[in-house]
C-alpha cells in the first residue's frame, strides 16, 4: 500500500494530468513512528536472537524488538573503542514497489535516524559510496537510477550500533544516556519532478520583512519562483514574491514586506503559510508549502536575549527523545503530549539534549508555542570537522524553517568542536545565535550546575547568564527544591537570560529482557520531573506555581477586614492579562469528628480580568459575598486564553479551630503501678507511668498500634557543626546521613527525665500530666467523656536542627490509607513549599522505590498547612487535629532510592513537626541549594497542642 502525503496528488496521478509534476510524493517504505510500524526481515550479529534472520518493526529500536543487547553509555566514558561494548551489526531487508508513474521523476531514499553508521543498497547496488555516520540526522540519497518501475525491488540496510569514527563514538555514544541500535525514525521515499526545489531557507521577521532563499539541487535554466503567504485561514497576505533564477545559479533569491502581521512568540504561536512555486518556462513544475512564523531574536551582550524588540527569560527544561516501551522512537502523539505536558508547567522554553528531534516535535513547539534551542550531538566528546560538517548541514538543512528554533546548539559539556561553530550560517539565513552549553560563547555564560551562590557571582560578570542544565533532579530531589530562590535571582537580575532544568522525564527503559521491568541504569536515569510515562512528581507543580506568568501577591492569610482586592503581577512578556479569566470559589470543611469529612462549596463567581500590560502590576477585583468569612478556604484561579490553569490559589483567614466532639457518659481512670488507664466510649488507653508515654490503646476492644509518644526528635545532618555550618573534615557523601540525638542514642545525655507524673479527674475529664528535664519539658493528656484526647506538650532546644518536633510509632504493615484536610496531595520540603493547594486529599498507602517504582503522590513525607488528618489502618482508624499551629504532619519518612544518594533520615512514623528538611539534587547538596535550604534554629519554649481520636 502506497501512503502519499498529498491525496489530490495521487488524485490527479491517477487521472493523468500534468498537476502531479507539481507536489512532492511520499511513500513509507517504514511506518510512521511508535504504534505504526512496518516489519522487514531483520538479523543481528550478536546478543538476543541473533545469528538467524527473522523480521523487525521498523521504525524502532532493536533492543525493544528483543534483538541484541542494552547499553548504558556512560559506561564507557571517554573510551572511542572499548572491548566488550554492545556492538551489535543489523542486516535489514525490504521488498517494495515504485509506481511505473515515477519513472521519468528523481526518486530518493530519506531515513529520518539510524543508530549509527548505516550503508544503504538497493538491489544489490549501494545508494552511496559512503556510509552514513552519525545517529540522529536525516540523511537522503538519489536512487533512480537504482530502482526497477512497477517491479519489486529490495532495499537491504547494514546499521552498526557503533561507529568506526571514534569522534561520532565520543560524542553519541559515551554520554549519560541509553545507546540503542536500529532504524529507530521513519523510512521514505521522494518522488520528485526532474526540475524541483531541494530545500528553502526562509526568514521572517518580526516588521513584516520576509527574504527565501530557493535552492535547486542543480543549475537551473529558464527558471523562476513565486512565494505567496497565507494566514490561519487560508487568505491571501500581501502580494506574491517573485524571482527568475539567473542562468546556471542553483539558487533563487526571494524578498517582500508585509503589513500588519501577527508575530509568534511562544505566547503567540501565530502561523502562517508559505507556498512556494518553481516555474519552468512559465509553468509550475514543483510546489511546496512551508509553515513559519514571523518573529526576530537578537542577543544583546551585557543585556539580555529579545524576541521581537522584548527581553525574555527562558523558563526552560532539557528533554530527551524517550518512551520506556520504544526507546527513542516516537511519534506524533508522543512528541505532542511532551510540548503540552512542557507548556502546563507555564514553561516557553526546550532544549534538545543532546541532538535533534523528530520533526513532529518542532512543529508542534511552532504551533503550540516554545523557544527551542536545538543540538548538534555532542557530550563531552564532538565530532571531527569531516563528520561534523556534514551532520550540521543535514540537522540545519532540516529544521531551518522552524520558527520555534531560536539558538542552535554545538555539541554539549565539552563537546563543541568549535571549527564547526561557522557551518550554521552557512545554511541558515537567520542567522540564529550559535550556543556552546557550559560554556561562554556569543555572549551567553550558560555554565551548568552552579550552586546559588556561585549562581549570584557569575550574575556579577558582563555577560549574559544563562545555564543550559541547572538544578539536577534525581527522584524527589532537585528540580522544586531551592527552585524558587533561583528563580527569583533570575527573574530579577538585568543579565538574565533565564535557564533551563535538568531533565523533563525519567528515561527508564521498559526491559524486553526482564519482563518489562522499568530501568533507569540506577541513579543515572531517574532525574526528570515526571517519571518515565509521565507520572507528575511534586515538582511539576512548584514548577507550574512559581513560573506562572500571572501572580497574585498577597499573603495567604487574609486580614479579617479583606476588601476583596488582590494585588497581581502579570509576567507575561507580550500578553495582557484582560486575556485571561479569572474565578473565584470559596468552600467550607467538615472534619470526620462531624460524622463526614466534606468539602462544600458556599459560593463562587467570575472575577473581571483586569487590563495590566506584560510585565506590569495591577490589582484583581473579587467582589466577595457579606458572609465569605463563614468559609474556610477562598480560592483563585487563573487560567489563559485558551482555559488552560495557570495555577489556583487559595487563601484563608485566622478562625478558631478546635476539635469538637460531643457525647454523654462517664470517663474513668484506673492506677496500676505501671499504667494509668482511662476509658472512655469505648475508648482504653494506656499512658506509662514511667514515661508519660502513650503505649497502647484500644477501641471497642481492638488493639490500635499507636505508641511510644510522643517522642522527642532532633536531627541534624551528620555532616554539620553546632553552629550550623558544613564540617570539611566528613567525607564526601556523609552530609546526606541525618543524626539523631535527644534519647535515640545511649551515648548522649537523655533529653526526657520524667520529673513527676500525676492524673485526676477535673471537670468530667481525666488529666495526666507528666513534668520533664531535658529537651522535653511537659506532657499534658486530657481525655473527655468522647474518647476525644487533648494532648498538650513543651519542649524547649536551642541550637541548629535539621528536623525537629514530635512523633509516635505505628507500624506501616498496618497502615491502609490517609485522608487530611491540609496543602496536598504532594509532600513538602523545607526547601519546597510551593506547587500545594489547601483541600481535602486522600490516598491509598504506598511505599515507592525512587528511580525503580513510580507510584505518585507518595504516600510518606512531610504536608503543610495541615488541620486535621485520618488515617485508616487494619486495626481501625486514627484522627489527628492541628489546633492552629504552623507545624508540618509527618508520614513516616520518605524514602530514598536504592543507593541512598540524596539523603537517610530517620523514621518519624506519625509526627508534628516544627522542622523538615530541605532536599537536595544530584549535584548540590542542601546547603548549596539557596536561604530557604538551610537549617533552622531553635531557641526558647515550643508550646503545641493536638487531638487524637481512634475509631472501630
Known sequence: MIKFINKLSFVLALAGLSAVAQNTEIQYLSGTGYQDTKEWEFKISDGRKSGEWSTINVPSVWEQEGFGKYQYGIRFYGKPFPEGIADEVGEYKYKFTVPKAWENKIVKIVFDGSMTDTKVRINGRSASDDTHQGAFYRFKYGITDLLKFGKENVLEVTVSKESKNASVNLAERRADYWNFGGIFRPVFLEALPATHIDYTSLKAEADGSFEANVFLGKAGQNVSAEITILDEKGKKVGSTMKADAVNGADKLHLGGQFENVKQWTAETPNLYTAEIKLLKAGKVVHEIKETIGFRTIEIRKGDGIYVNGQRVLMKGVNRHSFWPESGRTLNTELNYADVRLIKEMNMNAVRLSHYPPDPDFLKACDELGLYVMNELGGWHGHYDDAVGKKL?????????????????????????????????????LQKRPVLHPQQEHNGVETMHYRSYGETLEYFRDDNIFMPTEYLHGLYDGGHGAGFDDYWEVMRKHPRSGGGYLWVFADEGIARTDQDGRIDNQGNYGADGIVGPHHEKEGSFFTVKEVWSPVMIMNKPELPND??????????????????????YELVSFTSPLSGKAERKTVNKGTIKAPSIEPHGKGELKVNLPGNWKDADVLYVKATNANGEELWTWDFTWEKENEAKASASGNVDLSESNEFYTVSALGTVVKIDRTSGKLVE????????????????????????TLDG????????????????????????????????????????????????????????????????????????????????????????????????LGDGPYRVWQNR??????????NDYNDPIPGESFNYPEFKGYFNNWQWAEFTTSEGKIYIENKGTDTYLGVYSPRDGRDALLYTIPNTGIAVLDVIPPARNKVNATDLCGPSSQPKWLSGLQKRTVYLKFDK
Open 392 to 428: 550540521v548541514k543535514e540537522m540545519v538543512t532540516r529544521d531551518l524553517n522552524h520558527v520555534s528554533i531560536i539558538f542552535w546548539s554545538n555539541g554539549n559539556e565539552g563537546g563543541w568542536n568549535t571549527n564547526l561553530d561557522d557551518q550554521f550560517d552557512i545554511w541558515d
Open 562 to 583: 479583606f476588601d476583596g482586592t488582590f494585588s497581581i503581577e502579570n509576567r507575561y512578556d507580550f500578553t495582557n492579562t484582560n486575556t485571561c479569566a479569572f474565578e
Open 697 to 720: 490503646v484500644t477501641q471497642n476492644g481492638n488493639t490500635i498500634s499507636l505508641a511510644n509518644g510522643p517522642k522527642i526528635i532532633m536531627a541534624r545532618r551528620g555532616d554539620r
Open 725 to 820: 555550618t558544613v564540617n570539611p573534615e566528613f567525607l564526601k557523601g556523609e552530609d546526606r546521613i541525618y543524626k539523631e540525638f535527644a534519647c535515640i542514642d545511649e551515648e548522649v545525655n537523655c533529653s526526657e527525665n520524667l520529673l513527676n507524673i500525676s492524673a485526676k479527674k477535673v471537670d468530667g475529664k481525666v488529666v495526666v500530666e507528666a513534668n520533664y528535664h531535658g529537651i522535653l519539658q511537659k506532657v499534658v493528656w486530657t481525655i473527655d467523656a468522647s474518647g476525644l484526647i487533648q494532648l498538650d506538650y513543651e519542649y524547649e532546644y536551642n541550637g541548629v536542627v535539621d528536623l525537629a518536633g514530635v512523633y509516635f510509632d505505628y507500624p506501616e504493615e498496618k497502615m491502609q490509607h490517609k485522608k487530611w
Open 833 to 842: 513549599l510551593k506547587g500545594t493547594t489547601l483541600d481535602i486529599w486522600e
